[in-house]
């Protein structure tokens, strides 16, 4: 069984840039959730795939955008780079099938913007 | 989501019992507890959940008053790879719901 596995590990952009993260959800997990966490911060939900759909967001910008996959991959896609989004960006898969109380984590993203 | 207060950090000696406390005392009839944690630079990772009853797992033991207001999770033989962020959370279970609100957690220090 393959765990959760994010790409790149990290990042340096420079303001105004554009970044694309991924994540490859753990086997036989149809939902993918991204998570912002800044430095001495708890992740911050930033929203949640099922199927390909977004479901569910939290309090972040449009430029913040994502996608799902049909292999339920996904791609996180900030646009327009402030210094603000300097963090580690975790992606957590979990099965979608029920209730799932235990979501999987990856190691996460480090961006840097400069 | 019902918010959670945790203390942001506790040592431990290394073999001792590390006990961690959340309070949670908005808490609404169906939200869960669950607990996470991070050891530096990694994903966070599930230990243990529970909504009203005691639990244990091959991790920690989950302990919650019979009022919900507050738990404790129960490392009971402390390493020092337990050294970590642990963050306690309390959500409402539901299908299609996966979000969790994250705090600044509990820094817990395993001392040799």
């Known amino acids: 069984e393959t765990g959760v596995t994010q790409s790149p590990t990290h990042l340096i952009k420079t303001r105004g840039q554009q970044v694309t993260l991924r994540c490859s959800s753990q086997?036989?997990?149809?939902?993918v959730s991204w998570y912002q966490q800044a430095l001495g911060q708890g992740p911050q939900f930033i929203f949640q795939?099922?199927?390909?759909?977004?479901?569910g967001r939290g309090n972040f910008p449009p430029r913040f955008s994502g996608l799902q996959f049909p292999n339920y991959s996904s791609e996180l896609n900030v646009n327009a780079l402030e210094l603000d989004d300097s963090a580690l960006y975790l992606c957590?898969?979990?099965?979608?099938?029920?209730?799932?109380?235990?979501?999987?984590f990856g190691p996460g993203t480090r961006l840097t913007v400069l | 989501d019902a918010k959670t207060t945790q203390p942001p950090s506790m040592d431990c000696a290394e073999g001792r019992a590390a006990n961690l406390p959340c309070n949670h005392s908005?808490?609404?009839?169906?939200?869960?507890v669950y607990w996470y944690r991070q050891i530096h630079s990694q994903g966070p990772q599930y230990i243990i959940h529970?909504?009203?009853n005691n639990e244990t797992n091959e991790m920690a033991s989950l302990i919650i008053t019979e009022d919900r207001k507050s738990s404790t999770l129960i490392l009971p033989h402390a390493t020092l790879r337990d050294t970590a962020v642990y963050y306690c959370?309390?959500?409402?279970?539901?299908?299609?719901?996966?979000?969790?609100?994250f705090g600044t957690g509990t820094r817990l220090t395993i001392i040799p």
């Open positions: 957590a898969s979990s099965s979608g099938s029920g209730i799932a109380h235990e979501q999987f």
């Open positions: 086997s036989g997990h149809n939902t």
């Open positions: 795939y099922y199927r390909e759909e977004e479901n």
């Open positions: 908005t808490i609404s009839g169906n939200e869960y």
């Open positions: 529970g909504l009203k």
């Open positions: 959370i309390v959500r409402v279970a539901s299908f299609g719901n996966e979000k969790l609100t």
